[in-house]
């Protein structure tokens, strides 16, 4: 499976192993000052960069916030659509006759008696949204006498 080797194959390899050698001589470390120097100078870069990033966002931003409140001449409509004021399928007999007491879902139902009836307008006069209460009844209180 392997190919047999030719000369010139174990020439380059001798020849290489050669230069390494030579080049493993030759070759030293950097005195640890200049190791020293080379990280200090990168990493007065990094935090150049850094810095010169944080002030581009920065004045980025409130350029960006004086624009968009330069900008405020126009009113800005409702988020959603108005609601109809008429509606068809409700006829509108019924829509002008509100009901004479309006109470909540979760109270039971109580009468007014006729005499404490609230003085005012006709009921056809009254608009829709007027709430009509009934007054608190008395109970009597033990004075203590």
Same mark, same amino acid.
């Given at each position: 499976?392997?190919?047999?080797?030719?000369?010139?194959?174990?020439?380059?390899?001798?020849?290489?192993?050669?230069?390494?050698?030579?080049?493993?001589?030759?070759?030293? #470390?950097?005195?640890?000052?200049?190791?020293?120097?080379?990280?200090?100078?990168?990493?007065?870069?990094?935090?150049?960069?850094?810095?010169?990033?944080?002030?581009?966002?920065?004045?980025?931003?409130?350029?960006?916030?004086?624009?968009?409140?330069?900008?405020?001449?126009?009113?800005?409509?409702?988020? =959603?659509?108005?609601?109809?004021?008429?509606?068809?399928? =409700?006829?509108?007999?019924?829509?002008?006759?509100?009901?004479? =007491?309006?109470?909540?879902?979760?109270?039971?139902?109580?009468?007014?008696?006729?005499?404490?009836?609230?003085?005012?307008?006709?009921?056809?006069?009254?608009?829709?949204?007027?709430? =009509?209460?009934?007054? #608190?009844?008395?109970? #009597?209180?033990?004075?203590?006498?």
């Amino acid at each position: 499976m392997t190919e047999p080797r030719t000369p010139a194959d174990d020439r380059l390899a001798g020849a290489l192993k050669r230069a390494a050698d030579t080049g493993a001589l030759a070759a030293a #470390p950097a005195p640890a000052g200049q190791v020293s120097a080379r990280g200090a100078r990168r990493r007065r870069r990094v935090y150049a960069v850094t810095a010169a990033l944080a002030v581009c966002l920065v004045s980025g931003g409130a350029a960006l916030a004086s624009v968009q409140l330069g900008r405020g001449g126009a009113p800005v409509g409702p988020a =959603v659509p108005p609601s109809p004021t008429r509606s068809a399928s =409700v006829p509108e007999s019924s829509r002008t006759s509100p009901s004479p =007491v309006t109470r909540s879902p979760l109270t039971p139902a109580t009468r007014t008696p006729p005499s404490l009836t609230p003085s005012g307008p006709p009921a056809s006069s009254r608009s829709s949204t007027a709430l =009509v209460t009934t007054p #608190p009844t008395a109970t #009597p209180t033990d004075t203590g006498g």
